[in-house]
């Protein structure tokens, strides 16, 4: 995966003027402020970054009677997803294949020695690192001052019809702006969060190494216990991480339904595939997503359950509604020829 960009990094360079302003330039001082700083004392993120009332769950969605208990038809429930009449791209078999073959699970498997928080702190600044390369292509500025994604195309932050996403104000509102705003923002964010040594501590004699039974006998936990607290990591360190994956899979969900035919068009959605598969891997395996997150980009997950991405044993198999994966291959004619 390390070289997987090299080539969407000679596309992009081969795009731009050096001297181009880059975007963060351009809006130093934007009026909304990054989550997390405005809000007060929170348990749960998700009260940080609200969705939109006009985001209901999948199961209500899906229209479940609780009472009789009747589950409802692969058809049935894609019929609740409420996909545009002429489907997306990407929910075509032959559009949702990867650059590699094999078991990305292997990627995303903690190795023995690796402490917890070491391991999610590699992993989230990872998956920003392959993300932030697909935002660029969208968001950076071609030498007319013109972006793919901008304000006239993209008036919100938005995933198909029924998904967008809000930001707070100043005022600790949600409001909608348009989406390459949220890109901004986003990349602020979370690049300000990588960033500061209170949360992603970089001394490396503050490493540790989890303990493995093989070889030691592991040391008694002392005191209140949390993930990455042995190398430093502070309290709320998982929080932070499933809130900068919960705005990493946005950025996916906007790249996916307003965005894909632009990757296509410069032959990275197969890049982008692999990244995406990926970070869902990731993110299930390590509880940094939960179901309800997912529900913007929920028939491609049931699709690449059924294609084989993500295999039985998976949490990502478990959350994708296989049934529904498998009426989309069925709908597409079959699985894709390789
Ligand atoms: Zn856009």
Redo the contacts with the bound molecule.
């Keep these: 995966m390390s070289n997987l960009f090299s080539g969407i990094n000679a596309r992009f360079r081969g795009q731009r003027s050096p001297n181009s302003p880059g975007p963060e330039q351009q809006h130093a001082q934007s009026p909304v402020p990054p989550p997390e700083i405005q809000t007060p004392t929170s348990t749960t993120t998700s009260v940080k970054l609200p969705p939109l009332p006009t985001s209901p769950s999948l199961a209500e969605t899906i229209g479940m009677d609780q009472s009789s208990g009747m589950i409802p038809t692969a058809d049935e429930v894609l019929t609740s997803y409420h996909l545009p009449p002429v489907k997306p791209l990407w929910l075509n078999c032959n559009y949702a294949k990867h650059i590699v073959k094999g078991n990305f699970l292997t990627l995303s498997a903690k190795p023995k020695t690796v402490e917890m928080g070491e391991w999610v702190a590699h992993q989230v600044v990872d998956h920003w690192r392959m993300l932030v390369t697909f935002i660029r292509l969208?968001h950076d500025k071609e030498e007319d001052g013109t972006s793919?994604?901008?304000s006239r195309?993209?008036p919100k932050m938005s995933a198909g019809a029924n998904h967008s996403f809000t930001w707070l104000n100043s005022r600790l509102q949600p409001v909608e702006i348009p989406?390459?705003e949220y890109?901004t923002l986003v990349q602020r964010y979370i690049s300000g969060k990588i960033d500061d040594n209170n949360i992603f501590p970089c001394d490396p004699s503050g490493v540790s190494y989890a303990d493995n039974p093989a070889f030691c006998t592991p040391l008694p936990e002392s005191g209140q216990e949390w993930i990455g607290k042995r190398s430093g990591f502070p309290q709320n360190f998982m929080e932070t991480c499933q809130t900068i994956f919960r705005q990493m899979f946005r950025v996916y969900a906007?790249l996916y339904w307003?965005?894909f035919d632009d990757l296509f068009a410069l032959n990275l959605e197969k890049s982008m595939n692999s990244c995406f598969s990926h970070f869902i891997l990731t993110a299930t395996t390590l509880n940094l997503l939960k179901k309800a997150d997912l529900e913007p980009m929920q028939p491609l997950i049931d699709l690449w359950a059924a294609l084989g991405t993500f295999p039985q044993g998976s949490k990502a198999f478990e959350v994708a509604n296989l049934a529904v994966g498998q009426l989309l291959v069925q709908k597409a004619g079959g699985p894709p020829q390789s």
């Design positions: 969208v793919i994604c901008n195309r993209c989406a390459y890109l906007h307003s965005h």
